[in-house]
Each structure stands twice: as C-alpha cells, then as structure tokens.
C-alpha cells in the first residue's frame, strides 16, 4: 500500500514550472522537488491547501492511494 503522489502531472496540465509553483505556495524548490517525486514522508495540510488553490484542483487530484 502506499500513497502516490501526481503534482507532476497537475503540473504539467496546468504548465506551471517546479520554480513558478515554489515561488506562488512560498516554499523552497528542494522541497517541492522532494514532494513532486514522491520522496516526501508527510505534507501539511496548509501545503496541500496552497497547492491546491494555485492549481485549482482538488487534493485527490494530487495524491492518490494505490493499494
């Protein structure tokens, strides 16, 4: 089981680059590297909420339970 993580392709879809994104939500681009491949152990709920409102979707668009 194990939770995956698909801000590359919201990203993608809304053509937005890693650097743009970090800039918008206020947070380093290492770490949005980090939560963008997979890599994270846990994300804030305010970081998930800024996400979504920059990107206009909503959480189950960017995290997603494959079991």
Do not use: H, W, Y
């Amino acid at each position: 089981m194990s939770i995956i993580v698909n801000l590359d392709v919201m990203m993608a879809k809304r053509k937005i680059s890693l650097n743009e994104l970090s800039e918008k939500v206020d947070i380093t681009p290492a770490n949005l590297s980090i939560l963008k491949t997979g890599k994270a152990k846990a994300i804030r709920f305010s970081t998930l909420e800024a996400l979504c409102k920059e990107l206009n979707c909503q959480p189950g668009d960017i995290l997603a339970f494959e079991n």
